[in-house]
């Protein structure tokens, strides 16, 4: 979605959103789209955190726990490339953080 081409944005669509009908008194409409509007690269980074673990409610493993973000997410992707291969986004990602300081 281009808004501004200076600010690349995403649009991440609701769910089923044709109950709004009633709420916004449109009983007419057929179809309405609801969503939010994200910095691009928003849903690539957030899908694969959630890969990595760290969106779920479960304990970090104390075997792969840090005293620091980068040293985490390393132990992350090293436990994970363990048992299966790591995907492009998440590899990214990991480049990122080793190019910056983050302890």
Request: aromatic share 6%; hydrophobic share 40%.
């Amino acid at each position: 979605v281009e808004i501004n081409p200076a600010i690349p944005l995403e649009f991440i669509a609701n769910r089923d959103c044709v109950k709004y009908r009633d709420v916004y008194n449109i009983p007419e409409v057929q179809t309405i789209k609801r969503g939010r509007m994200r910095y691009q690269g928003f849903s690539l980074i957030m899908r694969s955190l959630a890969r990595l673990g760290f969106l779920n409610e479960k304990a970090i493993p104390e075997e792969i726990r840090s005293d620091n973000w980068r040293n985490l997410l390393q132990n992350i992707v090293a436990k994970e490339d363990r048992t299966k291969s790591v995907r492009l986004s998440e590899e990214a990602i990991l480049r990122s953080i080793k190019s910056t300081s983050l302890t």
